[in-house]
């Protein structure tokens, strides 16, 4: 027979102010049975814009998000506990033994990095569907400086069963949801503490011609969608852009999120609407990532941004992160963070922290000499969790590596280099096979005698992207009239003929 249920007051401290701390937690008893604190749920919805925040599943673990100070029903005996928050502070992983009676439990998390400290401001460039309240909860926990909670048109059936239990089965009808829109701040924060904002901005798509997270905007950039087929038939009577410059005309940032074959976002890149690339899980593959190298081999300077994409209790928030560099003694803020990300002051991780110079330039720095030139890098990575290896990438090849060192993992690189082309280098940490290790700075860009680079391969890899685009334009888009059609395809053209004029120079 089980022993009775006791309530156990618990509070996490951060070292550094002796107060509570928000943080993600999980109880479990010898059995393995999830425990969940008192307001939190022990099963709960994974679907996408259902119930999001508050509690979350990694793989089919249970945790949940406290503001540091909670109660808790245990069982006595044997309790195993998980705490985090974030990549900056060492987890808590630990089993003590709960006897009867216990009733308090007293816990201290602590820094073994203080990045902001050094000028570096973590960020979560697009999450979805929680409210502002719940993303400021999760990204403190998460130890983030910024929250992008993202505007975006979802499909809901109205009447469905929250179980999925239809008996008999309903058809339901399909409407159109816009959650938060009422909550949209642009250009500042919609809600904050001392050490988190949550910013509230817009996610604008189309199913083949791409999506863009459009940041910092003066006013809510419209449509937020156009050429869906269902529930709502949409003509293609847009483009991307079209939002990149409205987005601008408000002074705000374009990310974009590339995605396989049709692609409008590429034709925006090459000819200098789209201000940042998203690296997020997908974005690690190896097709996300020639694209970028293809888009760097073209001269094009796109530096990057990290994103959870999180829409449902299945995906961590900040999981990937961006750490922007603010100018020395600016305090935190949304503008000066989205500044530091349009510069290319940055780097995006799963859990390795980056140092990345060469000569004296950080990540979005331009170096330019009238002939070749031999230089000094340093790069260092750390983290708590273990890396396969620390890199160098010149123009997207490996010049340099090392291995890190275990517990605490770190790599260090220090060499000189020739840079006998222009081009650009970035530093990277490559994940061991089953481990979230992965981590990438935005570019240091380099100029020798005036010309920039080009690749032709890369090129003609654009130019075929870009003229799938155009095919689909006469043999699936829909328009009113030909003048729609003839406005996108001036934008695939006007980017083809950039690569073409370079291609026969």
Known sequence: ???????????????????????????????????????????????????????????????AYVDGAFEIALQPGSIHYEISKGPEYTPLNETFDLIPGKLALRLT????????????????GRCHYMTPHTALLEGRAEDLSVVNLL?????VREGENAFGWDDPPQPYPHFNAVPNLDAFSGQSECVRSDECLVAINTFNSHPRLGSLA???????????????????????NWSLADWCDQCHRKNGLVAWQPQLEVDEGLANAIVGRIDAIELSGDMVSLFGAK???????CGIRLPLIGASGKRNNATLLGQPRI???????????????????RRGRSFVTFGPLLNFQVESAQPGDHLAWDEPRRVSIVAEASSTEPFERLEILQNGEVVAEARPSEKP????????????????????????VGVHGYALTSPIYAIIGGRPVFDDRSARAHIEMLDKGSAWI???ARFEHDRQRERLEVIFASAKQVLLNRLNS
């Open 1 to 63: 027979m089980s022993a009775k249920l006791q309530t156990v007051h618990v509070r996490i401290n951060d070292a550094a102010t002796g107060k509570p701390t928000p943080c993600r937690v999980r109880f479990t008893d010898g059995q393995g049975k999830y425990y969940a604190p008192f307001g939190r749920l022990t099963e709960f919805a994974r679907g996408t814009n259902v119930d999001v925040g508050g509690n979350l599943y990694i793989g089919d673990k249970q945790y």
């Open 109 to 124: 998390l602590r820094r073994w990095i203080d990045m902001r400290a050094q000028g570096w401001y973590s960020g979560d």
């Open 151 to 155: 505007i975006c048109e979802t499909t």
């Open 214 to 236: 459009l940041l910092h905007t003066h006013r809510i950039v419209y449509p937020l969608t156009f050429g869906y087929r269902t529930p709502l038939e949409r003509l293609d």
């Open 291 to 297: 694209i970028w190298h293809n888009l760097l081999n």
């Open 323 to 341: 750490y922007c560099r603010i100018s020395e003694n600016e305090p935190l803020n949304y503008r000066a963070w989205i500044e530091a990300v």
């Open 409 to 432: 993992w770190q790599a260090n690189l220090e060499l000189e280099l020739t840079i006998a082309r222009s081009g650009w280098l970035v530093a990277r940490c490559m994940p061991r």
């Open 474 to 476: 006469h043999t699936e």
